[in-house]
Nanobody
Framework: QVQLVESGGGLVQPGGSLRLSCAPS????????MGWYRQAPGKERELVAT???????YYADSGKGRFTISRDNARNTVYLQMNSLKPEDTAVYYC?????????WGQGTQVTVSS
């Protein structure tokens, strides 16, 4: 069973930055699309950004111009650089990855934006 491990969440003041990372716990090949989703209290999980193996990216409106998704294919690792964070970015952020034979979620990492 594929397991994804996220890291990099935490508490940050408004206007601050955080960098999230996600990688599978074991060897997985190949991974097609990797992405980040988030779920705020009382709300449904929503897409933040995705990136294909070839580097094509997609961003939800909420993160355009502030968030940057990237990946290291050699390490099967995906990153989310979040700048100019706002209180409304507070949520649990989940990593997702899929390939021809699997689809997997991470357990989530808490991001709290508060002064």
């Amino acid at each position: 069973q594929v397991q994804l491990v996220e890291s990099g969440g935490g508490l940050v003041q408004p206007g601050g930055s955080l960098r999230l990372s996600c990688a599978p716990s074991g060897s997985i090949y190949p991974i097609n699309v990797m992405g980040w989703y988030r779920q705020a209290p009382g709300k449904e999980r929503e897409l933040v950004a995705t990136i294909t193996r070839g580097g094509s990216t997609y961003y939800a409106d909420s993160g355009k111009g502030r968030f940057t998704i990237s990946r290291d294919n050699a390490r099967n690792t995906v990153y989310l650089q979040m700048n100019s964070l706002k209180p409304e970015d507070t949520a649990v952020y989940y990593c997702h990855a899929n390939g021809p034979l699997f689809s997997a979620w991470g357990q989530g990492t808490q991001v709290t934006v508060s002064s």
